[in-house]
């Protein structure tokens, strides 16, 4: 049995993680955390996700946890940053499903898993790592005849654009045409700008209403346009992908992980 720790657990996501990690027969909600300030501390987490009692409260910090395997989080980067810190002193497991991260929250992401097995996923959707496959080889058998452009949507409340996902797919198209991301991508066009440069990589990134997510990879040329797509409907998707990290995820040793690894892709 895994034992399953949530972060962010009233969140949109974190709720869904909790629900499902109940319902599982081969994991346990060992514990469950919010932000400090929430109004909502010390009420038992199953009531607050309408599964009952379940006898596990919801507390401020990892800190007070100890019989912990893995921890889900899905949080917001300063937050994650300070799980990844109490994770890899406790020797807790931990699933990053985190976006927006800065480069020094990367960087430290990569030192904590020297000490600490780590997934670290911009998008845990099985769907969404198999497209990113999918990208890669496309980008790769297409060449530089083909203009590349990725088109994101998402609900109003998401606060990091383009969405880790898209800039993952951006990677994988970049690392198929041997391009650097940093130097060819162009986030959005306005005005008088000339015609496209053949080596960019374009982001459209929409917000708006409750959309979970939809990403589209476009490769257009001269006569004909290819569009690669994922459009999810629910946030299980990725719940179910995070839980299958963390099955995966446990009893490995530390080291940095992906769900390619997950996958064995």
């Given amino acids: 049995m895994v034992r399953v720790a949530i972060t962010g657990a009233t969140g949109r996501m974190g709720r869904t993680l909790v629900q499902l990690v109940h319902q599982a027969e081969d994991l346990t909600l ?22 009952g009692e379940t006898g596990i409260l ?7 946890l ?16 300070t799980h990844l810190r109490i ?43 198999v497209l990113t ?29 383009p969405s880790g996902t898209a800039l993952a797919l951006g990677e994988a198209a970049a690392r198929g045409l041997e391009r650097n991301l940093q130097e060819c991508a162009v986030y959005g066009r ?15 990134t929409l917000r708006g209403g409750d959309v979970v997510g939809d990403h589209t990879v476009i490769y257009a040329a001269d006569g004909e346009r290819i ?6 409907s629910s946030r299980m998707t990725f719940a179910r992908g995070a839980l299958r990290a963390a099955r995966w995820l446990h009893s490995r040793p530390a080291d940095l992980y992906t769900m390619r690894d997950v996958l064995g892709i």
């Fill in 133 to 161: 496959q999918l990208v890669e080889q496309a980008a790769r058998i297409l060449g530089d005849d083909y203009d590349v452009e990725i088109v994101e949507m998402h609900h109003r409340h998401k606060v990091d654009a």
């Fill in 30 to 51: 060992a514990g469950a955390t919010d932000r400090p300030d929430s109004p909502l501390l010390g009420q038992d987490i199953g009531h607050l996700c309408g599964l």
């Fill in 227 to 232: 569009e690669i797509g994922h459009k999810a």
């Fill in 58 to 64: 919801l507390l401020d910090s990892l800190e007070a």
């Fill in 87 to 129: 994770c890899r002193d406790k020797g807790f497991g931990l699933v990053i499903g985190t976006t927006g991260l800065s480069e020094a929250q990367k960087a430290a992401v990569t030192e904590a898993a020297s000490h600490i097995p780590l997934v670290f996923a911009p998008n845990m959707s099985v769907g969404v790592t």
């Fill in 190 to 204: 306005e005005g008088a700008e000339g015609p496209r440069r053949q080596e960019t990589i374009g982001f459209a």
């Fill in 66 to 81: 100890t019989d912990i395997d893995i921890v889900i989080d899905f949080t917001l980067p300063a937050a994650t940053e």
